[in-house]
């Protein structure tokens, strides 16, 4: 009996994705969160899909927000920066502070909180404009005082993309390919300077080799961002977040609902999650 | 097997080629008619002179001076009201502008030339004129172009929409610098269809517009414009084969028009497809 234990355990133990975060490991308690949390639940419509989610982000580290399909993980990310408003018939009830700031206030203008957090979708869905333009645009839409040649290179360099663009800077953007697209996206994301990236999946339309890339970009750009990214992928959250938020949906009370199982380091997420559903799933049990 | 197969084959490709022969042979037809009708009045004369001498100047002149007030008026207004019901609009503002917009799309042309006369020529007394035929025609086109602009709005996709409120752009920026831009050939291609209709329309015109022997002039009220379509209409009622000929003449240049705005449209819209379909999203 004993031993079939021991042996289910190594078993699980030897398909957990090892964790392989850049940088120094982070605390266990959180100093100075950017995003503060509390009790959010968020409905479309009559259809709750997120109930109580409470959680903390810190700065300057990479949380990654992971579970099975429809629990929620989207639909949480855009209320970040409440993108969810331009959906007609949504809900949001909780709290949610950024900066010290309750973002869900009347008096605070959704478009000013949308600067300081910047969005990657989980398609590149760069403007059909050139690639200088794909840049350019919201920067000079907002009145930034730049050099606007050099805040297009420094972006793009940023975004490990100007090596491959320097010289068709005029070209349409859907003369790149979809990897290159997702790292414009993210060129674009970073040139109206926020404080935060949102990323929902940004590597799953994408080769091996891109998602390398990508993941590659998100550890560089931890030093300057905040970064929360949803990810289906396993190992991709062990190889470059320093948080993990297990999400699930729940069906306890009748309905089939969000929730947020447990969030830690993903050192902890990774090799001794305190509730049996995460470990299910990280070790790909089920979902 | 096969052959049955093959026969089949043959019978769908042989019904689609009849279907298509009993579309284009009437307008191949009509066009070859009209140009044999037409022969005899085509010449330099008749771009040279106007309806005072044997040739159309005048009316060409007015029926391009009408399709850029019908492009001024009703492509301002209708792009606008078109843009407002796609982005702006709910609730009650939304049904009363759809309700009007539908209603007049109903509207029988000849009973908006009718309306213009009572209000804009003998109320307002601007008598026959260039803004009142303009008008006339702009409220024949507009619900058209209302509904082409909605749509093509509505067609742009929406993570476009989002990946500019994602970047903190106010709604006004999003919609004039990306929505519209990525619209703007769909749109376009409703404004040339818009102005394809009001060439040939007669309706509108015979209580609005009077008529000229004289060439048209840059002048708004009290003035009467002449145009083809009255020309095709009063020409043929008159006796003799010269009248005739350039009432098919008329016809023919209506005709030219026509297949240049068409072909225009063509070429804008597949342009429009292009783009889209390289969006891939
Ligand atoms: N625009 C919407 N209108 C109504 N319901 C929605 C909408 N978007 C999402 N939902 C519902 O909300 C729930 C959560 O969806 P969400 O997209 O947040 O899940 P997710 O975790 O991101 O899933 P995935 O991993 O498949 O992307 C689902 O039940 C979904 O059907
Ligand atoms: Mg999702």
């Not at chain 1, 645009?137 to 975004?159: F, H, Q, S, W, Y």
Request: proline fraction near 5%; charge should be positive; glycine fraction near 8%.
């Amino acid at each position: 009996m004993s031993e079939q234990t021991t042996s289910a355990v190594t078993e699980s133990q030897a398909r957990r994705p090892e964790v392989t975060t850049v940088g120094p490991p982070v605390p266990a308690e959180m100093e100075n969160p950017v995003f503060v949390v509390e009790n959010l639940d968020f409905y479309y419509g009559s259809h709750q899909a997120l109930r109580g989610v409470n959680m903390k982000i810190g700065r300057n580290e990479i949380t990654a927000l992971i579970g099975p399909s429809g629990c929620g993980k989207t639909t949480f990310l855009r209320c970040l920066n409440r993108l969810n408003d331009l959906i007609a018939g949504t809900r949001v009830r909780g709290r949610i502070d950024f900066a010290g700031k309750p973002i869900y206030d009347p008096s605070l203008a959704a478009i000013e909180l949308r600067r300081r957090i910047g969005m990657v979708f989980q398609k590149p869905n760069p403007f059909p404009k050139s690639i200088y333009d794909n840049i350019a645009i919201a920067p000079k839409v907002n009145g930034m005082k730049v050099n606007m040649d050099d805040l297009v290179e420094e972006c793009l360099t940023r975004a490990a993309l100007w090596d491959e663009v320097k010289g068709k800077l005029k070209a349409s953007a859907f003369s790149l390919s979809g990897g290159q697209q997702q790292r414009l996206c993210i060129a674009r994301a970073i040139a109206v300077k926020p404080e935060v990236i949102l990323m929902d999946e940004p590597a799953s339309a994408l080769d091996p080799l891109a998602t390398i890339r990508i993941e590659d970009l998100m550890s560089e750009l931890k030093k300057d961002y905040t970064i929360v990214v949803v990810t289906h992928n396993m190992q991709q959250a062990a190889r470059v977040s320093d948080r993990t938020a297990f999400f699930n949906v729940d069906d306890s009370q009748g309905v089939r609902t969000g929730v947020l199982v447990e969030m830690g380091t993903t050192h902890q997420i990774f090799t001794s999650p305190t509730d049996q559903r995460t470990d299910d799933y990280i070790t790909g049990r089920f979902g | 097997m096969r052959t049955r197969r093959a026969v089949t084959d043959r019978l769908f490709w042989g019904f689609c080629f009849l279907a298509f022969a009993l579309i284009a042979a009437p307008s191949v037809s009509m066009l070859i008619s009209v140009a044999h009708q037409a022969a005899p009045a085509v010449g330099w004369s008749l771009f040279s002179q106007t309806t005072k001498g044997i040739g159309i100047q005048n009316a060409i002149l007015g029926t391009l001076l009408l399709l850029l007030g019908v492009l001024i008026v009703a492509g301002t207004i209708g792009v606008a009201a078109g843009v407002y019901l796609a982005e702006f609009a709910s609730g009650r503002s939304e049904k009363v502008l759809r309700f009007f917009s539908e209603v007049l799309a109903g509207m029988p042309s000849i009973v908006i030339g009718y309306i213009g006369y009572i209000t804009l020529v003998v109320q307002f007394h601007w008598g026959y004129s260039l803004l009142a035929a303009v008008i006339a025609l702009s409220v024949l086109v507009m619900p058209y172009i209302v509904k082409t602009t909605e749509v093509a709005l509505r067609q742009v996709p929406s993570v476009l929409r989002e990946g500019a409120a994602g970047l903190g752009m106010p709604r006004y920026s999003t919609l004039g610098r990306i929505l519209v831009p990525t619209a703007l050939p769909a749109i376009t291609s409703g404004l040339i269809v818009a102005l394809a209709i009001s060439t040939g329309e007669l309706a509108p015109l015979l209580f609005t517009a009077g008529f000229s022997d004289h060439n048209p002039r840059l002048q708004l009220f009290h003035q009467q414009v002449p145009y083809l379509t009255n020309v095709i209409f009063t020409d043929l009622a008159l006796p003799g084969k010269r009248p005739h000929a350039t009432s098919a003449a008329a016809a023919l240049v209506s005709l030219v028009i026509l297949i240049v705005l068409i072909v225009a449209g063509r070429i804008v819209a597949g342009r429009a497809r292009r783009n889209t379909a390289r969006m891939s999203l």
